[in-house]
Structures are given as C-alpha cells and as structure tokens.
C-alpha cells in the first residue's frame, strides 16, 4: 500500500521576531513528506515546481526516499512563492505575498505506476483538484484531507463533495468553526462528522489537538516548546507524523489513532524548532521515539 501525497511545493520568504530567511523550501507537500519518511518509505509525491526550484532542495528529499517521479518541472517558469511576517504571538501572522505561479495551472496527473496507491494525503490544494485525484485512482482503501478558510468560503460546495470520500479530515480549530458555523469545538465536530469524514481532527497549535470518531474523543497535549523559531508547516508536519505512522503499521483502530496524533504532534513539535524544514532534515529515530515517551509523560496519571 503506497502513500502517496498531493499539494504544494514552494519557495518561502519568512520573517520571525527572531531572523528571517529567503527562498526557503516550503509547501504542504514537503512538510508531509519529510515528516512522514522517517516512518515509512518510499513516499509518493505529485506537484510542479518552476525550473527555478533549486536542486539541492530535489537531493535532500530524494535522501529522504521521497520518491520525485510525480514532480513535474516546467521550464521557463517560476515555482510558486509565499511570504510571511510573524508577530510575537507567532499565531499571528501578515501574508506579504503569494505568488502561485506555476502552481496557478496545476492539474494533478497520477503517474500510471501510483493509480493503485491506497493510502492518500489530500494536501490543501482546492477541492476540485483533490475530486479529481481521487477520480484517478483505482481502490483508495485510507484517505486523510486537509482544507482551509479560503476553499470553505470559497468552495464549499466542492468540499462538500470530498468529505464523504474521506476517512480523516485535519483541520484547526477556526477551520472547524467556519465549516460547521458553530463556535463550540465539540458541537462543531458533530456537525462535521455529518458531513462524511470518519474521523476528524481539529489541531489547536500550541494547545493541542482533538481527534473524534467512533462515537470517542481523544485529547492530545502539545508539546512544551522553549524555543520556536518558526511556525510555517507545523500542522502539514503534524499530517506527515499522523500518516507515516498509519501507514507503517496498516492499524486504523482508534486507539493506534491516537498514538498517531501524538506521533504527528511530535513531528510538528520538530519542525518549528527550527526555519523551514530544517527541524525535519536531521531526524533520528532515537530523538523522535524519545520525544513520543515525553509526549506520553505528559499526559500520563492515575
């Protein structure tokens, strides 16, 4: 059973309290990827990237046993761009930028070989690209969906369409509340499961995360970070986490789901310790285990 993800891949201008940094790799897509590799592999990707995507970025996620065969690169073109500036309440943010370019014409086309891919990570590209993906391929046993404020305002009737097709929906806790129009998260999170997903997870950044289904909650802590430098794909690293750890074992059970929400908590925990996806680079098993025990402890008592 392949995991094959679809999303973006960009280029990230990024500016904390603390430094900035330019022309750093970014995109959905690469955050789950990485985050997801160092459970499971290889990893399937499908995006575009201008012929301006530097190669070094291509090696080190092919050292990662990401797998580039569903990366198209379109020469003479630019590779979609983002920009951002953090406040010192780094749950605040003011988009300087974007610049879809070669993004704004994606189409995803599934490569033949990954058409039997079971197991799909729906990146937060517009629904009617995520309908489309799912149209491709032959029997999706396990598909986890992200989304976001601009396709619920925009799109919703496409969203709607996805959602019964989809056995996780991720989404944080503003997300939640514009879909279901309802500001009480666990209200929320019943109006949701309405709508299709069997599972639903709400992310609450530095508080945590929900996850529901089979009539049960779950609540998981977060992380008790000192130092963050950089929030920009903590929750696609959350994803990457939750997935790689699903797909490792093949055990939906919800109670091997919510160790994998813990899993996808620690990989975000990673991520924002550092600029772009260089908390995610260097990983070890031992350091990633290690902070799952930690993760544990934290929420253990009698």
């Known amino acids: 059973m392949a995991l094959l993800i679809v999303g973006s891949i960009g280029l990230d201008d990024i500016e904390t309290p603390f430094d900035k940094i330019e022309n750093a790799l970014g995109g959905s897509t690469t955050y789950i990827a990485l985050a997801s590799s160092y459970f499971t592999g290889p990893v399937e990707i499908l995006g575009i990237v201008g012929d301006d995507f530097p190669d070094s970025h291509m090696k080190m996620l092919e050292n990662h046993n990401i797998d580039l065969d569903g990366l198209e690169v379109v020469k003479g073109a630019k590779t979609f761009r983002y920009g951002c500036k953090y406040h010192y309440d780094l749950n605040v943010r003011d988009s300087l930028f974007t610049h879809l370019n070669v993004f704004e014409k994606f189409n995803p086309v599934i490569p033949e070989k990954s058409r039997k891919s079971s197991f799909i990570i729906l990146g937060n590209i517009a629904p009617q690209l995520q309908i489309s993906v799912l149209n491709q391929l032959e029997k999706p046993k396990f598909v986890v969906c992200d989304t976001m404020n601009f396709w619920i305002e925009g799109a919703k009737n496409d969203l709607l369409k996805v959602l019964p ?5 991720i989404i944080n806790d503003s997300e939640a509340r514009l879909l ?8 929320a999170a019943h109006n949701i499961s309405k709508m299709g997903p069997e599972y639903l997870i709400i992310k609450k950044g530095e508080h945590g995360a929900l996850l529901f289904g089979n009539n049960m909650i779950f609540s998981a802590p977060a992380y008790p970070m000192e130092n963050i430098f950089d929030p920009t794909g903590a929750g696609d690293a959350f994803a990457g ?3 790689g750890y699903l797909h490792k074992n093949r055990d939906f059970s919800f109670d091997n ?3 994998a929400v813990v899993y996808g908590s620690v990989m975000a925990s990673f991520c924002v310790e550092k600029f772009s996806t260089k908390g995610l680079e260097d990983l070890s098993y031992l350091e990633i285990h290690n902070r799952f025990i930690e993760f544990r402890e934290l929420s253990s008592f009698s």
């Open 165 to 169: 097709r989809v056995n996780v929906l």
């Open 241 to 243: 986490g939750f997935c």
């Open 257 to 259: 789901l919510k160790r």
């Open 180 to 187: 279901a129009n309802e500001p009480n998260l666990i209200k």
